[in-house]
């Protein structure tokens, strides 16, 4: 059982996870730097502990660690960032969630209960974002029926489920399902918490550069129930 009441997923075998994992723990902790990872921590709100890797250096180590691998199942992706997870270090988050972003399109809707674990999960804004908008986007596109589930988590009190749900169609342009988009905002418009409303804007915005006219149209029609932030970020390029 998990600090949030959660029971975490099962962790799936996976010769290909074992191989990455091995090799991602040799790369990465010879390059750590103890000075530079009190700093990374504290920017991040000690949410959790660093290595110290710099991100240049660390994508680079990444390249030497998936090199001449061979292409993951979904079940290989499940397994790589549940272990990867279990490793306290954020750079081994970062890893993850850079891999299901780039293999996402071999994994199939079963991928999702795993990609809410990683959400609330040692949650915060940078592993957050780019599940949301590069792993649990792609699975809805590619399976509209859960969308259904998008519906549940932008009910749910854990705010960065509700924040994946605001984010997750990001990059989907004239795809976007504007009566969702819209709903999420106007359903979750009176939250007080600035990452919710942070969300809000930036969702909004994303969607401007699709349809200007229908989301000026919406925010003027909610400015009412938007908060002042959601507004002016909606509207940063208009």
Known sequence: MLSNGERPPEVPRSDLADTLLERLTGTYAPAADPERARA???YMKDVAPFL???TPQRRELSRTVTKDTPKP???DCAALALRCWLLPEREYHYFAVDYLRRHVALCSSALLPVVRHLIVTVPWWDTVDLLAAHTAGPLVAADPGLAAVMDEWIEDENLWLARTALLHQLRFKSATDTGRLF?????QA?????FLRKAIGWALREYAKTDPGAVRAF???ERD????LSVREALKHL
Do not use: K, Q, W
């Open 73 to 75: 199942s979904g079940t």
């Open 190 to 194: 009176g939250h007080p918490d600035f």
């Open 183 to 187: 709903g999420y905002c106007r359903r």
């Open 225 to 228: 129930t938007l908060s002042p």
């Open 52 to 54: 110290g890797i710099p």
């Open 40 to 42: 990374m921590a504290a």
């Open 219 to 221: 925010v003027e029609a």
